[in-house]
């Protein structure tokens, strides 16, 4: 399975085509549109005995498609014409290019079903883009695609996940899945159809001869005279008696130590002499004593050369003495290499921690600043609401004391209304007795049964003390 990340600071911007519009491929639904970038492809990593996820595992695949390194002389209708009838089936395209790689480009298709994209895979994938060209198409499934603004966060893997290096010659990505893949004995790895169109013996990339038994010559010039091999880094370049390209890399890298590949003695350039007079014999490979022998005629009594009868023990003394004090300091001044290179390399480390810490605490930073922000946004909504609330209470309280006082008045004016009705109902009832006293005098008026009568008073009933004034009137009336 693989997953993508994609390193910009645009936006997608509409790209014009007229492949989609034509009435061989009609799809009005599809927008292409360009993207610049720099995309880094991840595969995941095999966990434990478990086997490989490949291509013809159900979880493997998806229905995003990203296509690697397409030409530059394929456009964009020129990619689309190759898609065939494809394209109809498609649901988003996204040209990515990168400023860096003017020669190719790719592209990120996703397509409307998991169908369509096996489909399309089988068809084209190690097809070629024109029957002429000897590039062909490399499609992968994505399952998934991470758009990021920092450099550093995009270049780093998900978990479980490592990128995909690049050929040097096509830089297309090295999968063995899908291209067979070739080592040099630098350690650098090609495409096969890539590495057999190189006529040179040497590496692409770090020049250096792939055949042991090939003449050195000098990486800079050509030149096969007076090679000197760096013993630090393995670089070839002419003795200053040449051009001096030896010499010029130690003044550029500071490795003090070269060996001349004709005479196989070692210089130091920073004591500006041979480390010691040993050198390996050619016939039978055993080391010898390289010494000058006097060209006087007569003894000069300087030099130290002595006559092929030396005491054998004498000479071997000294040539283990010489290999011990070689063999010392070719390891002090390893140790010394190592030391520096691991002191390059923590740098190095600290350095990319130090920026990712820096990019996290810029990250965290912002989002701490955006959420700050949202807090004290809601904690003045929460006091808007507060206050709101406290208006509307008061506004409540008032209204319940105005509801209370119109409750109490409506309760006197009932009370009010219930005495006005009893005291009209009385004096209705004192009317009617009256009309009725009335009647009956005046239909005995007529006859002698009251005459000579006398009348006497009535005690009337004491009256009730909620309501005199009706009592009073009643009384009058009646007298």
Request: hydrophobic share 35%.
């Amino acid at each position: 399975m693989f997953a993508l990340k994609i390193h910009t600071v645009d936006f997608p911007q509409p790209l014009h085509t007229t492949i989609t519009s034509a009435a061989a491929y009609p799809n009005d639904d599809l927008k292409p549109a360009q993207l610049m970038g720099v995309a880094h492809l991840f595969r995941q990593l095999p966990s434990g005995s478990a086997p490989a996820i490949t291509v013809a595992s159900i979880s493997a695949r998806t229905t995003l498609v990203y296509v690697v390194a397409v030409p530059n002389y394929m456009s964009a209708d020129d990619f689309l014409l190759f898609c065939g009838n494809h394209v109809p089936r498609f649901k988003e395209i996204i040209f990515l290019r990168n400023d860096g790689m003017e020669d190719r480009y790719s592209v990120l298709i996703k397509l409307e079903d998991q169908l369509a994209a096996d489909g399309f895979y089988c068809i084209y994938n190690g097809k070629r883009f024109k029957p002429s060209e000897v590039e062909v198409c490399h499609i992968y499934f994505a399952q998934s695609v991470d758009y990021s603004e920092s450099e550093d966060m995009a270049s780093v893997p998900p978990p479980d996940y490592t990128e995909l290096p690049s050929c040097p010659v096509c830089l297309e990505r090295l999968d063995p899945d899908t291209s067979g893949i070739q080592s040099t004995l630098c350690d650098h790895s090609f495409h096969c159809s890539c590495i057999s169109k190189w006529t040179y013996l040497s590496c692409l990339v770090c020049r250096l001869c792939q055949q042991q038994d090939a003449k050195p010559a000098c990486v800079v010039c050509g030149t096969s005279k007076d090679p000197w091999s760096c013993l630090i880094c393995g670089f070839v370049g002419c003795g200053r008696y040449e051009k001096g390209h030896a010499s010029g890399h130690w003044s550029d890298n500071h490795h003090r130590f070269s060996l001349d590949l004709e005479k196989l003695q070692i210089w130091d350039y920073v004591g500006d002499r041979y480390v010691h007079r040993l050198n390996q014999s050619k016939l039978d490979g055993k080391s010898v004593v390289l010494y000058s022998q006097c060209c006087s005629v007569k003894e000069c009594g300087t030099c130290e050369y002595a006559d092929e009868g030396l005491d054998g023990a004498l000479l071997n003394s000294k040539i283990e003495g010489i290999l011990d004090e070689y063999n010392c300091l070719l390891a002090s001044e390893l140790d010394k290499q190592r030391q520096h290179y691991e002191s390059l390399l923590a740098e190095g480390k600290s350095g990319k921690e130090s920026s990712m810490s820096k990019v996290v605490e810029k990250a965290i930073f912002s989002k701490t600043h955006d959420l700050e922000y949202k807090l004290e946004k809601f904690a003045e909504e929460k006091k808007a609401v507060a206050d709101r609330n406290q208006e509307l209470m008061k506004k409540q309280e008032l209204l319940q004391n105005k509801f209370k006082e119109i409750e109490e008045r409506g309760r006197l004016l009932l009370k009010l209304k219930d005495e006005q009705i009893m005291d009209l109902q009385e004096q209705i009832r004192d009317l009617k007795v009256y009309f009725e006293a009335q009647k009956m005098i005046t239909s005995m008026s007529d006859s002698d049964t009251i005459r000579g009568g006398t009348v006497l008073p009535v005690e009337s009933n004491q009256p009730s003390s909620g309501n005199p004034k009706r009592r009073a009137k009643s009384g009058r009336r009646r007298n």
